[in-house]
């Protein structure tokens, strides 16, 4: 495990599970934080959306995607740790999901996504601890919205008014990547039974505009469900801009999660790392919204904010609107080979706790690139509210 200190600290570990007989063994001695998971670039398939639970009686649960050429576009693989992250094992391998969000709810894991690359949006419950889990072949089974093409990611699923809160996309929007994404949010009363459709509310999507930024504005992605300070509920998206860094966008969600709207003379902010999937989680304890993000260093912003994920950055809020970065948490100077994205966290008393997925060297040739990572690393981030400074090479030219 790894905790702030001197950047990319080497650490000996072990990996989660066998590899196969034919797959060569990787070399973790230089990769930060746990090896979860690996995948090498020679087999064409990626590790992507991480996400995170963490149970009752101290088990964390880590799952993953494969995305690819060499990949089928569908599966989700699950891991288990009864140590606070030293060790993982893989438990289950669900064919049929994608981008999907681990979360625990009235004693129940579950695993909200799609079925595949722009699938229908399911649900899945996991009664015994994600080592087997129920399937969606229906309404009434955890098949939400049938018949479109959905996207989503590793996002929060948070509790307000009654109501749990999920952000998700669709792809029916005109052009194509990017532009064809329409924001919209999903809620159903906490005490439902969330495998039925019935259940769940969906407020109308909202598509946008390339005109938006000046023009830089690419699309919007990847929201988060969160509550504002004067308790309202937002969609905070990321937002894919070049060559300017650093945006995102906040979607108004209506009470009953019927309607979204948006400003965007107002309700575009400035978010360090906002052109990357970032996770945001409110702390009662310091009254502040932090996350993860993929922030640019001045240094490195060579016009590319979205293919630039070599540093991840601790930032914070007092007001959803006005982020500050607090710290450097990992950084490799290679952007091209080397990134560190996509992270899903949870609180954790002092510490912060993440799965990332990680771009690095593994003695097989590497990373395809920065975005294919190959793989998916645990990091606890020891204090991380005490946590201020950024290494003087980083900051500002």
Not at 1 to 16: C, E, F, H, N, V
Not at 158 to 175: C, L, Q, S
Not at 285 to 296: A, F, G, I, M, P
Not at 330 to 352: A, I, M, N, S, T
Request: proline residues 7%; contains cysteine.
């Amino acid at each position: 495990m790894t905790s702030l200190g001197p950047l990319l600290l080497p650490i000996l570990i072990t990996t989660a599970s066998p590899a196969p007989d034919d797959r060569p063994e990787p070399d973790r001695a230089l990769v930060p934080g746990v090896v979860i998971d690996h995948s090498p670039a020679s087999s064409r398939q990626y590790i992507g959306s991480p996400s995170i639970a963490a149970l009752p009686g101290g088990m964390y649960v880590a799952s993953h995607d494969f995305f690819g050429p060499g990949s089928t576009r569908d599966t989700t693989v699950v891991f288990a740790s009864k140590d606070r992250g030293a060790s993982w094992t893989r438990i289950a391998v669900i064919k049929g999901q994608w981008w999907s969000t681990l979360f625990f709810h009235r004693g129940a894991l579950y695993l909200m996504g799609t079925s595949r690359e722009y699938g229908e949006t399911v649900i899945r419950r996991s009664d015994d601890r994600g080592f087997s889990w129920t399937s969606p072949v229906d309404s009434s089974s955890g098949l939400l919205l049938p018949g479109q093409r959905f996207h989503c990611a590793p996002v929060p699923v948070v509790e307000h008014n009654g109501r749990i809160w999920r952000a998700m996309e669709d792809a029916e929007g005109p052009g194509g990547w990017g532009e064809h994404f329409r924001a919209f949010m999903m809620s159903a009363p906490v005490d439902a039974d969330l495998l039925r459709a019935e259940s769940w509310t969906v407020s109308r999507p909202l598509g946008s505009d390339r005109s938006w930024l000046d023009g830089m504005f690419g699309g919007w992605l990847e929201g988060n469900a969160v509550v504002t300070p004067d308790g309202q509920i937002v969609d905070l998206l990321r937002v894919d801009t070049k060559p300017e860094a650093g945006f995102a966008a906040l979607v108004h969600i209506s009470e009953d999660g019927n309607a979204a709207t948006f400003d965007p003379e107002a309700d575009f902010i400035r978010f360090p790392g906002g052109a990357k999937k970032f996770t945001v989680r409110y702390d009662p304890r310091t009254q502040c919204y932090w996350s993860l993000t993929n922030w640019v260093p001045p240094r490195f912003d060579l016009g590319q904010p979205g293919r630039t994920r070599n540093t991840l950055a601790l930032v914070a809020s007092t007001n959803l609107r006005d982020w500050e970065v607090r710290a450097v948490v990992l950084h490799h100077p290679d952007v091209e080979h080397h990134g560190f994205q996509y992270v899903d966290w949870l609180f954790e008393g002092e510490d912060l706790i993440a799965v990332v997925r990680t771009a690095f060297d593994d003695g097989l040739g590497g990373a395809h690139n920065q975005h294919d990572a190959n793989f998916m690393t645990f990091h606890r981030i020891e204090n991380f509210r005490t946590l201020d400074g950024i290494p003087p090479d980083l900051g500002d030219d």
